[in-house]
């Protein structure tokens, strides 16, 4: 398996409250990226980045910010966490663009 | 925006049983990939069909992927309650180069 983790793996938050999550890995792979599964929709690409400090939006970008000061951490920042960001978010990580993407394990966060 | 109609959402079937999943879309793809997903986990890659007519086997699963490259199946062979899970198809190309587009998937249920 890929050595990709997040964390927390599980959050409850309020509205209105930041929330970040985090991505590691140890593979040294270039590409990372956020995320996220709701019912009904698949997986929905929130940003990716291409590179230290090289981040770019995906398809659900509303939101959320990233950052990536190191090659093997990628976060994903909740300014102010609304209940339509209740869902499971997934990092994963490629060499390159249109190479394979493993995924971590997720994380579920409820915003109540 | 590239989409991928999958189908059907659900299939609950009994062991032994054969059974289809289609994966398909008005817009052409350069790869099609599908993965497999359990709870509690991040998605894990089956194949990749890049080539319009393209079948791949997979012991009991072979995929299949369009001569137009709009479209793919998943056909299982005497389906094993091991094979319960979230069926995602994926594709690459097109207006979303390098990124990953995915179906809303598939819950495959097998009873013994």
């Known amino acids: 398996d890929a050595g990709i983790t997040q964390s927390p793996r599980h959050k409850v938050t309020e509205t209105g409250t930041p929330v970040t999550l985090r991505c590691h890995q140890t593979?040294?792979?270039?590409?990372m990226y956020w995320y996220r599964q709701d019912p009904g929709h698949g997986l929905r690409l929130i940003h990716y980045s291409y590179g230290v400090k090289d981040t770019d939006k995906g398809e659900v970008s509303d939101g959320y910010s990233v950052s990536r000061s190191k090659t093997e951490d990628f976060l994903l920042t909740l300014e102010s966490a609304t209940s339509s960001q209740t869902s499971v978010y997934f990092c994963a990580i490629s060499t390159g663009f249109t190479d394979t993407q493993y995924f971590g394990p997720g994380t579920r966060l409820t915003v109540l | 925006t590239q989409l991928l109609e999958q189908s059907p959402q659900f299939l609950s079937i009994q062991e032994g049983e054969n059974l289809t999943v289609y994966c398909n879309s008005s817009s052409v793809f350069s790869s099609l990939q599908w993965y497999r997903q359990e709870p509690g986990e991040g998605p894990v890659l089956l194949v990749t069909v890049v080539t319009g007519g393209e079948v791949k086997k997979l012991k009991r699963l072979t995929f299949q992927f369009g001569d137009a490259r709009k479209d793919s199946s998943l056909h299982i062979t005497a389906a094993q309650p091991g094979d319960t899970g979230l069926y995602l198809c994926?594709?690459?190309?097109?207006?979303?180069?390098?990124?990953?587009?995915f179906g809303q998937g598939t819950i495959l249920t097998v009873h013994p």
């Open positions: 994926a594709g690459t190309g097109g207006t979303s180069y390098g990124k990953l587009t």
């Open positions: 593979e040294n792979h270039r590409y």
